[in-house]
């Protein structure tokens, strides 16, 4: 046989190999909600979500088990984080990045922590964890990643933490038994409106060997959703409303308060 017709057999071979090693393992999800409704009321909620490893039977369990990173995503836009100094004695913004197309939610969730899951380059490569997540900054002409020490990069994840929307847990994520998980997916009361990706990768002896989807959408609804609708689509007859409402209310008050 020839050194040709040997490489290619051993190439089949690899290819083969690969291919039952990723279809060993699959994964099922459900989520407890796929719709989350806001109102006036909303404080907050958790949707849970479960999740099942299917195995190949013939497959061996994993020398250290399974681990698995949830990542949620909630809408993108562009955001402004300014920089202010001491001018003076009076403390004016002096420098300003734009963030572009970045989530304004954002849930890294895992049964432990990353560096105990898989190494820092595939972490860097699949974006696990908020410090690998990749936020392009507008600065002068271009658009680009800033390094993890930016000062800038720093000051937006730590606001987004203070206000709940940037969260990085190791024990987000539950075993029951060695294939069976949930993991807990925290809402603040200021969650924003839209769909959310939930992103779900298996990991076994530092590999990534499965991943699936899943998605939930935060809505608006009530009064407060009403009231939205109709200054979006009928701006005219919104503001005709409001400066109406606006005339009763001090003809009211002119009529309840008069002196005799």
């Known amino acids: ?15 083969m190999t690969a291919s039952a090693s990723a279809a060993a393992e699959r994964l099922v999800l459900s989520l407890s909600h796929h719709r989350v409704l806001v109102t006036s009321s909303f404080t907050g909620t958790e949707v849970v979500l479960f ?29 402004r984080t300014r920089r202010k100094e001491r001018v003076l004695g009076i403390w004016v913004n002096v420098e300003a990045h734009t963030f572009v197309n970045v989530p304004n939610y954002l849930a890294a969730l895992s049964n432990k922590p990353l560096d105990t899951i898989t190494n820092a380059d595939l972490q860097r490569r699949l974006q696990i964890g908020l410090a690998n997540t990749v936020l392009p ?39 029951f038994t060695p ?29 990534m060997i499965a991943e699936s989807t899943s998605a939930l959408e935060v809505i608006k609804v009530g009064f407060e959703q009403f009231v939205a609708d109709a200054a979006r689509d009928y ?18 008050a002119s009529v309840v308060f008069r002196r005799d």
């Open 1 to 15: 046989m020839s050194a040709r017709r040997v490489a290619g057999v051993a190439a089949m071979i690899a290819m």
């Open 51 to 79: 999740g099942s490893i299917e195995r190949d039977q013939t497959a061996a369990l994993p020398r250290r088990g399974y681990d698995v990173v949830v990542t949620v995503t909630g809408p993108r836009e562009s955001e």
């Open 137 to 175: 900054q507008k600065t002068a002409p271009v658009v680009a990643d800033a390094p993890q020490e930016d000062p800038f990069r720093m000051a937006f994840l730590r606001l987004k933490k203070e206000h709940g929307l940037y969260i990085e847990r190791d024990n987000g994520v539950t075993f």
């Open 179 to 207: 294939t069976l998980f949930r993991a807990d997916i925290p809402l603040p009361s200021n969650v924003p409106f839209g769909l959310y990706d939930v992103d779900v990768k298996l990991f076994a002896d530092g590999a």
């Open 235 to 252: 701006g005219l007859l919104y503001g005709l409303a409001t400066a109406m409402l606006a005339l009763l209310i001090g003809w009211f």
